[in-house]
């Protein structure tokens, strides 16, 4: 049967007779068919039946056409999870639907989900204001790929036993009948055979040693039956803003995080992390990261509450019969709290983020370097680690009159015997004049040593040791001017995520004002840099005519 000659045939009927109900559903037929031979093309044509049979619904075509388009939207319920969304609630009072009036502020978030379960997507990270309906959102996806895949499991991570019994109860309160929804109506085979309130498991269609959905607490000990082959899901991963200013907790939640929760999701199975942006170093952010570094294919979806151009509410609805999330209401909000409070919990904006120093939008960026001079000197300044999770951070500079090249760093953590012979290398090639070296505490052995190998190479380079006394967090930010202004960085295009020059950029970038955070080398072997350089042009011998 040649179904797209006969779909099209049908539609034409459809064109010249749009009130005729029954081409409607003889197409709807044809697309159950259809879906057999050529899924993708079924749906397609059922979509468009779909929105056909809305917009006769709209112009009063009466119950057939209704029905039409809730056969329709069923069909594609255990497939696209935005009718999945729709369809479930139907039966519901319009007044106590959540995605319908939500609908039009949710569209992205849905969407990030929908390529997620088309496979397109291993990790989506999603950031709204709170009581927007995110978790809620989550809940229903999480229930509807336990629909389709009930023989797979799903972990759900939050913070807190209070959280987690609101991702266990929010998820049977669609799958325990009766209820309002037609969970059943989507999936008819994944029955609940089982639940365990202590355990906070469910199961359906059939009993598993791996739950068809487990919710657990980040900070519980993660039991040998959690597996996730479905989704890793894991909402609200910090507690509160006193947490997200606490660097270390951070460190701590993102090493369970890493160490043993990701380790859960089978190899491939899609993670997605929702929360507010707190900090630059949450869960979210530092998941971010990894995936950039691994190469997955990841979606960041970050609505804030007020638009960024026009200052009005992105939330606004109505929720029986009275607009709620207003601009006014967000404004409000605004006034109340704090800069910090408002731009992390509502904006989505991490609390850092106002107090940045070197902000990535008002550094210097080059491509090359000038072609029609050579560089009036290429100097170096090292500033060696003081202890072990310290870096030794040893930028490079080309200096092109008053712009200052960043051209090559060194930039490890790793012992005194492996970044010597970096720092000897990397003065190497790129042909330094001159270096100096902090010699606070072992600097001056250090520097003799780099030294040393240089010399064994063949090589010489005017090495000298510098020790400095002014305090550490004033002498960057007093430098901090001269670097937007004068130094220039290599464009981030132009080096590799992972690289040494890409984490020095990264601590640069995200040094704040505060000088609250545990590492700092970078910035400061900048401030460094920048101090010598001043001291060089301070020092310039200019040659001119005696006057007599």
Not at 106 to 120: E, S, Y
Not at 146 to 170: A, C, H, I, Q, W
Not at 292 to 307: D, T
Not at 437 to 456: C, L
Request: aromatic content about 12%; glycine content about 6%.
């Amino acid at each position: 049967m040649n179904y797209e000659k006969l779909s099209g045939s049908i539609r034409a009927v459809i064109d010249r007779r749009p009130g005729d109900n029954g081409a409607y559903s003889d197409l709807f037929s044809l697309c159950r068919e259809w879906e057999i031979k050529d899924f993708s093309a079924a749906h397609k044509a059922n979509k468009e039946l779909l929105a056909l049979s809305a917009d006769q619904v709209v112009r009063g075509g009466g119950a057939k056409f209704y029905e039409q388009w809730r056969r329709c939207l069923l069909f594609e319920a255990p497939h696209d999870f935005d009718s999945f969304m729709t369809y479930i609630e139907l039966d519901r009072k319009p007044e106590k639907r959540f995605y319908a009036p939500r609908k039009h502020y949710l569209r992205p978030m849905v969407q990030g989900f929908q390529d997620v379960l088309d496979g397109k997507l291993r990790l989506l990270t999603i950031s709204m204001p709170k009581r927007a309906g995110k978790s809620q959102t989550g809940i229903n996806f999480v229930n509807m790929l336990s629909g389709k895949f009930p023989d797979r499991s799903t972990l759900m991570e939050g913070t807190g036993d209070d959280l987690v019994k609101s991702f266990y109860n929010g998820c049977l309160e669609y799958l325990t009948v009766p209820n309002e929804y037609l969970f059943y109506d989507v999936f008819p085979d994944a029955r609940l055979v089982q639940t365990n309130a202590d355990t906070k498991t469910v199961n359906l269609k059939s009993k598993s040693r791996f739950p068809t959905i487990m919710c657990r607490s980040i900070d519980a000990r993660q039991v040998g039956l959690s597996e996730a082959t479905n989704v890793l899901y894991l909402d609200d991963c910090v507690e509160g803003r006193e947490e997200a200013k606490n660097r270390q907790r951070l460190d701590d939640k993102w090493e369970v995080i890493s160490g043993d929760i990701m380790g859960r999701a089978i190899e491939g199975t899609p993670m997605v992390f929702t929360g507010t942006r707190y900090s630059l170093y949450d869960p979210i952010g530092r998941v971010q990261e990894h995936a950039q570094r691994e190469g997955w294919a990841w979606r960041a979806i970050e609505i804030p509450a007020l638009n960024l151009v026009t200052d009005e509410s992105n939330y606004e609805y109505e929720r029986e019969g009275k607009k709620v999330f207003t601009t006014a209401y967000f404004r409000e909000q605004r006034e109340l709290l704090s800069a910090e409070q408002f731009e992390s919990e509502f904006q989505q904006q991490p609390f850092e983020a106002k107090g940045l120093l070197f902000s990535k939008d008002e550094l210097n960026y080059f491509f090359e370097l000038p072609k029609d001079r050579d560089p009036d000197t290429i100097i170096a300044v090292g500033d060696t680690a003081e202890s072990g999770s310290d870096s030794t951070s040893m930028p490079v500079a080309m200096i092109y009159g008053s712009d200052v090249y960043i051209v090559d760093v060194v930039f490890d953590d790793s012992p005194a015997e492996v970044t010597k012979p970096e720092c000897a290398k990397c003065l190497i090639e790129n042909k330094v004049a001159s270096a100096v070296f902090e010699s606070n505490n072992a600097g001056q052995y250090y520097a003799r040593d780099v030294d040393q190998i240089i010399r064994e190479r063949g090589y010489s380079v005017g090495i000298r040791t510098k020790r400095t006394i002014s305090n550490k967090q004033t002498r960057i930010e007093f430098a901090s001017d001269n670097i937007k202004k004068n130094f220039y960085f290599k464009h981030p295009s132009t080096y590799k995520r992972g690289s040494q020059y890409w984490n020095f950029m990264k601590e640069v970038t995200t040094y704040t004002r505060s000088g609250k955070v545990p590492h700092d080398d970078a910035p400061d072997s900048l401030s460094l840099l920048e101090n010598e350089i001043r001291m060089l042009s301070g020092g310039k011998v200019e040659v001119f005519k005696r006057p007599y």
